[in-house]
């Protein structure tokens, strides 16, 4: 049968397929009889749902007996409660929300008299259905095979056409692809975007007053058109004209971090109107045209190595300057690791990705000067400073992790004892003073001495044997060379 539900109050007609119809006597839904009923053929009956509830079993009898039963409901009247948005352009094609009950097996949404122009039923309590092109305030119904329900009111409002006021960029490449700006009113909404009579190959309503598209191939002098709700509106003028394209002479600088970030100067002719700028087949993070003859562009992250950067513009795209992506740097070393406060020292230092360094800083101090010896190697010397710090390298590949470095102050004496000794060597001699921890070695006069660092404050040496009378005695450390304090060779008696 079908439908297989209907109205409570009755009234729905029902078609009934089957067999051995001829001569039917009644037709019954559940007890009760059909209002009326017509035997079409031996295959089929029409029916009139009696007034009912719940489900029903509807039977036909004959002569012959009483059919098996098929199922028929009686479904609760549709009720609608509200639509949102309650007003919509004459030409149609808002989408309206309905809400209200017993909405689900809904045929058809009507505005006034006009069916919708398509319809979804969402749930029980919900359908969205597209306002057909009307005039006025309608009722909007919605039936069901429970009957058609209550109205709820939709008007519709005159829409403007929308108004072109300017174009721009007016012209364009023959072969299309720019990005066109229009500018005017009553852009909400809009469907359409022409160059002439070839739709642009995409459009965006940026707002009321402002759409982006982007314009298809074509010659000549068009018209560009805006098409809306309210109609299509005046056309003002696009002309195709024919476009070198762009050429690039060089970048700056011509490397960068495989992280990206970084910003490059592109320079080169014909660069307005560039549309993108690609690393390789990777689109830059952003760029800006600064002039037909210039563009800045932010490096996107990229492989170590050499890229073709390029630009395309309105008459295609450019030829290609290299770029080169360059490591990250790294140190693993610096020897000597230590030095005076004063600085002077040279460092080398060792590590990878350090070609092209432009600094090197010993904490936050630049080196004196350094020199690049190869992609490991940089030897720097160290500035003024003191304490522990970091020793850094900077290149195009971005800043390197740091490797400690320590000033040590130069050291100092104060005194020592024994202050005299004899001739021959093996007399301990104590030193005392400050900054003694990395004594590298002790001087009598221009002898060395073994040497024992007990603390930064003492030093214990073996005096080396030497001629009768006073002897210098120094320490050095990486800080430098102390000051000296006076140590007497004393001759053995004699009678």
């Known amino acids: 049968m079908s439908p297989a539900a209907g109205s409570p109050g009755g009234g729905t007609p029902v078609t009934l397929t089957g067999s051995n119809f001829t001569q039917a006597t009644a037709v019954r839904f559940g007890p009760n009889f059909a209002l009326s009923y017509t035997v079409v053929s031996a295959n089929q009956i029409t029916a009139v749902a009696p007034p009912g509830s719940g489900t029903v079993q ?3 009898t ?3 007996g009483t059919s098996n039963g098929v199922v028929f409901g009686y479904a609760a009247a549709p009720a609608l ?17 309905l809400t209200g009950n017993n909405l689900l097996g809904a045929t058809a949404v009507r505005f006034g008299a006009v069916n919708a122009s398509s319809f ?7 359908i969205t259905a ?7 305030t309608v009722q909007v ?8 329900s209550n109205g709820v009111s939709y008007t519709y ?8 006021t300017s174009v721009s960029p007016g012209q364009g490449p023959t072969g299309g692809g720019n990005t066109v700006t229009l500018m005017g009113s009553g852009f909400t909404g809009a469907t359409a975007v022409r160059f002439g009579s070839t739709p642009a190959s995409s459009f965006m309503v940026v707002s009321a007053t402002q759409i982006t598209a982007v314009a298809p191939s074509g010659s000549g002098m068009v018209q560009v058109t805006v098409t809306g709700p309210g109609g299509t509106s005046n056309g003002l003028s696009y002309t195709y004209v024919a476009v070198a394209a762009p050429v690039l002479t060089s970048v700056s600088p011509g490397q960068g971090p495989v992280g990206g970030g970084n910003t490059v100067t592109l320079t080169g002719s014909g660069l307005t109107g560039v549309t993108a700028v690609t690393f390789g087949s990777t689109p830059a993070l952003s760029f800006m045209v600064m002039s037909a003859t210039q563009i800045t562009a932010v490096a996107p992250p990229g492989a170590a190595g050499p890229v073709q950067i390029t630009v395309t513009g309105p008459g295609g795209i450019s030829n290609g300057v290299t770029y080169f992506y360059v490591g990250v740097p790294t140190l693993t070393g610096a020897s000597p690791a230590q030095g005076p406060t004063s600085g002077g020292t040279t460092v080398t230092l060792t590590g990878t990705n350090l070609l092209g360094a432009t600094a090197v800083r010993f904490g936050a101090v630049n080196a004196t000067s350094f020199t690049v010896v190869s992609a490991t190697q940089i030897t720097a010397v160290a500035p003024p400073g003191s304490g522990t710090v970091q020793i850094t390298a900077v290149t195009p590949g971005g800043t390197s992790d740091g490797v400690p470095y320590t000033y040590v102050p130069t050291p100092v004496l104060t005194g020592l004892s024994p202050t005299q000794g004899p001739l021959d060597a093996g007399t301990t001699v104590t030193l005392f003073g400050s900054g003694l921890t990395t004594t590298s070695s002790v ?4 002898t060395p001495a073994s040497f024992t660092v007990v603390s930064d404050t003492w030093v214990t040496a073996i005096a080396p044997s030497g001629p009768a009378g006073a002897v210098n005695v120094q320490v050095t450390t990486p800080g430098g060379s102390s000051n000296s304090v006076v140590y007497t060779r004393v001759g053995p008696p004699g009678i």
């Open 58 to 60: 509807i039977t036909v």
């Open 157 to 164: 409002v005159a829409v403007a056409a929308p108004v072109l």
């Open 120 to 126: 979804t039923v969402v749930s029980a309590t919900q």
């Open 62 to 64: 004959t002569p012959a």
């Open 81 to 97: 409660t509200g639509l949102s948005p309650a007003t919509g352009p004459a030409s149609g094609g808002t989408t309206v929300t």
């Open 443 to 446: 001087l009598f006069g221009s």
């Open 141 to 148: 119904t919605v039936t069901t095979p429970g009957g058609t």
């Open 130 to 136: 597209v306002a057909p092109p009307g005039s006025g």
